[in-house]
Nanobody, 115 residues
Framework: QVQLVESGGGLVQAGGSLRLSCVAS????????MGWYRQAPGKQRELVAR???????EVAGSVAGRFTISRDNGKNTVYLGMNSLKPEDTAVYYC?????????WGQGTQVTVSS
């Protein structure tokens, strides 16, 4: 079982920045993957960025160059740094963890970008 708690969402103007945090219960180094997804109103949930157990980082093309995923294993925390935010980045952002074949989700944090 993995519990995930997100924080850092909010309202920001276009061009602004935010940093999301996700704290996991237990060591994140044991996870097969951990990262961020988002879901905008009326749209499917989509991958934003994540780490995988093979040491790879996956980043969606729509945010590449603007968003950065990072981690602090000592704090069991993964971060999502978001720069140059656009109104189309508005969504609920969910932290996600994969442990073997089980998926775990945080409660989500709202990010709203005004034009």
């Amino acid at each position: 079982q993995v519990q995930l708690v997100e924080s850092g969402g909010g309202l920001v103007q276009a061009g602004g920045s935010l940093r999301l945090s996700c704290v996991a219960s237990g060591s994140i180094s044991r996870l097969n993957a951990m990262g961020w997804y988002r879901q905008a109103p009326g749209k499917q949930r989509e991958l934003v960025a994540r780490f995988t157990s093979g040491g790879r980082t996956e980043v969606a093309g729509s945010v590449a160059g603007r968003f950065t995923i990072s981690r602090d294993n000592g704090k069991n925390t993964v971060y999502l740094g978001m720069n140059s935010l656009k109104p189309e980045d508005t969504a609920v952002y969910y932290c996600n963890a994969l442990l073997y074949s089980a998926w775990f989700w945080g409660q989500g944090t709202q990010v709203t970008v005004s034009s």
